[in-house]
């Protein structure tokens, strides 16, 4: 690394404590404008800067770590997931890779039981027709949803934030069931009172709500597809915080069109910021402007994590969240 403070580029604005963090540790450059950056700019950056601090809007793809410079030594991504990052490209190059796990856990949990929430009791829809004057007054038959209590959830992908959804869940008296690569430990299992499921496609049809919190990976790609969408039961409700590309939207847009499910909560999207005009044309339908991380406490933890990453790098050791296992 250069003996002089390493220029460390923020591709967008972070929280000003953070900031003004960076900026008394590093030779920060930040964007100011908050303007996300072209392909360009992304090139223009990693050929430049010594550390990158790129999010989820940055496709970090492999013409674009082409570009990176001798300088560039290491991606330290505001964010936990990284599937915008090549990261075999950025290892071919000996770039170091570090994410910000566990500090977003809570507020993304918050975020799936609110769609959840919203999505079976139907309340987006109740305020709509409210604001529009189309409220015909309290009846007894009148825009029902669904009770909470009693319900399974089927959670596909047990990390912390899985984790997480189901403790709030079971705290509203759900049934807990979930599908992930390997099983929990037992005393956790008995804790959540979860039903383990290895096959994700037997769970499925048993489900009231089916919440997708595993990370966006070459095997996970379409995970809920549209043979396994066609297996949910019609009182379903899907619910996505996890990355757009795990569900095959056309498949559930045909299949909440077509009334085969009940309905959705959605935050997250296949081409963000870009939404499938076909799901903001549904009711059944809660939409979220990918916001599973969106306080100030979370925000504020993540640049936190950030920093630690790239002073621990700095001062010669590995990052504590790196993301290569080799590390």
């Known amino acids: 690394m250069p003996q002089d403070k390493p220029l460390v580029i923020a591709t967008r604005r972070l929280p000003a404590s953070i900031e003004a ?4 540790l590093f030779d920060a450059r930040l964007n100011t404008d908050d303007h996300p950056m072209t392909e360009g700019e992304l090139k223009e950056a990693v050929a430049q800067a010594d550390i990158l601090v790129p999010t989820v809007s940055d ?22 997931g990284v599937d915008h990052i090549d990261l075999q490209a950025a290892a071919a190059r000996g770039l170091k890779v570090s ?16 769609l959840m929430l919203n999505a079976m009791r139907r309340t987006t829809e ?22 909470i209590r009693g319900k399974t959830l089927g959670i596909i992908g047990m990390g912390r934030i899985g984790r997480a959804v189901a403790e709030r869940a079971k705290a509203f008296g759900m049934e807990i069931h979930y599908h992930n690569r390997s099983r929990l430990p037992e005393e956790q299992e008995k804790a959540l009172q979860a039903t383990y499921w290895e096959d994700v496609e037997a769970m499925l049809p ?3 709500v089916v919440s997708v919190n595993c990370p966006r990976t070459p095997e996970t790609v379409n995970m809920l597809s549209r043979q396994r969408i066609a297996t949910l039961r019609p009182d379903c409700v899907v619910v996505n915080t996890a990355r757009g590309g795990v569900i095959d939207e056309e498949a559930l847009a045909d299949a909440l069109a077509e009334g085969r499910i009940a309905g959705a909560g959605l935050d997250v999207y296949d081409n963000e910021p870009r939404v499938n005009p ?3 044309a549904l009711e059944n339908v809660v939409l979220a402007p990918h916001m599973g991380s969106s306080t100030i406490e979370a925000r504020t933890a993540m640049g936190e994590k950030v920093i630690i990453n790239i002073k ?6 590995t990052p504590p969240d790196s993301v290569f296992d080799d590390d």
């Open 278 to 280: 076909r799901l903001i």
């Open 206 to 208: 048993r489900m009231n």
């Open 21 to 24: 963090r960076l900026s008394e």
């Open 312 to 317: 621990t790098f700095i001062d010669g050791h």
């Open 126 to 147: 109740g305020e709509r027709l409210l604001r529009a004057g189309k409220w015909p007054g309290w009846s007894p038959t009148w825009h029902l949803g669904q009770a």
């Open 59 to 80: 496709r970090l793809d492999a013409d674009v770590l082409a570009a990176a410079g001798p300088r560039l030594r290491m991606i330290a991504n505001f964010g936990v």
């Open 99 to 114: 994410n910000t796990p566990g500090v977003l856990t809570d507020d993304t949990a918050d975020i799936t039981l609110i």
